[in-house]
DNA sequence: AAGTGGTCTAGACCACTAT
DNA sequence: TAGTGGTCTAGACCACTTC
């Protein structure tokens, strides 16, 4: 039931994508807003909706007075850390075709941080899931997630493909991930992690604690993860708050 | 020579957090779009421009057709990773009242990866500049920066105080600080790290490899900063991306 | 002075939620 | 079905850059 026909905005922004990417615009330099406006057959303020969500991406730049130009620099960032929302969409971004394990698929009962995180029940259970992400065999990110089981709307949750989690609580929870809280932490894997991850133990790794909320600002998911420094570094965008 | 008379859009934002912060919505509804606009006299658009912002800040969040809602787990972060412009206000953010301590200033020949990252010239000498961020004699965070000394228009510069960064850029290069990208690197500190930030050597740190750029897209300081991670976790908010 | 992006308005219509 | 947020329009005026 997916109801989808792209707005007027994310077909501007496609264009103009698209047009950065095959080198369309001469010295990097964008039209002014009203003539794409006359081009595209939008409004002005289509325009600058997709102008507007183009720079926050970081692909373009604008200066009041003066124009719009493509930005280079930005076109580096392969995976902007705060619009992730796939660790697979991650490694393809980085040039790598993915593979997913289950390492573990289970019902457990939760410790109190995750009781206390997902606002659970004491006799509350939790279907842990724990998922590695590899590149040609190699392990690249582990992720451990933490779903309560009372929120599943059906009981048959075999699957052949394991989907992101986002896709998993959409079809088996029927609730729309929304956002994350995340936390950033430096860790040295311990043994059992580094087994897992095919590196020495205590390599040095960064690890995301994280609650995931749904369409109704509920906490549906907490989850854990950890990535190889060596194969992966997160990078972001950081602006002045409020522009 | 400041120009800042608050945009409409920012006096409503101001005008709305103020009544979050008073728990002046009942149920942490808010009200619709239609009534907040008669109430303070905008049009809808720029009600619409505010409620957007303060959504992206986590503050509130919206359903179609449902209404607009004072998001508790969002305010829950103090200094969204994303939007961090100042360690200062990291550290107030935090309640602590920092000061700063400058433990370098001196003019020094940049290492090869800078000149790349700063596209500076092989004869090009740096600024470097070395601070620590304490909160009652404790260090918190140390940041190390690298502006191209070429971008100076004036050679006075000893301060009293030593300002941020980006105001130290204004003031005496007159660039205005536009963006940072920014790379989260784990690490082990060593001996000298470690002395400089009150903690044993090999303690677990987050760092930030970063580029400034200005309001013309050109590099115009790299940072290196770490982070004592058992005084200050950074938190932000992953979305999806577009959303 | 001309041209650009930035802000704001008033209003139309659509998609979705609640009841 | 009424009420909410989501999208889009056409146009006005302002602030800033460029020449």
Known sequence: MITRNPSLTEQVMA?????????????GRIPPETELANDLG???TTIRDALSRLEHEGRIYRRQGAGTFVNEQGLQIRSRLEEIWSYEQVLEDHGYTPSVRVLAETTVTPDPETVKALLLDDDDTVLML????????????????????????????TEAEMPPVYEFLERHANRTLSYYLSEIIPVALD????????????????????????????PVVRATSY???DLLRFRLMRRRAGA
Chains 1, 2 share one sequence.
Do not use: M
């Not at 103009?16 to 369309?24: F, L, M, S, V, Y």
């Not at 990110?141 to 009372?150: A, E, Q, V």
């Not at 043994?191 to 109704?216: H, R, W, Y």
């Open 42 to 44: 939008v409004s002005r």
């Open 191 to 218: 043994k059992k992690l580094a087994a897992k991850l095919g590196v020495a133990p205590g390599t040095l790794a960064i690890s995301f604690d994280e609650i995931g909320f749904d369409q109704n600002n509920e």
């Open 130 to 157: 724990e998922k590695l992400f590899l590149e040609d065999e190699e392990p690249v990110i582990l992720t451990i997630n933490l779903i309560p089981s009372k929120i599943f709307t059906d009981t048959d949750d």
């Open 15 to 27: 264009n103009i994508k698209e047009r950065i990417a095959d080198d369309g615009f001469e010295d």
């Open 227 to 229: 990535f190889r420094d």
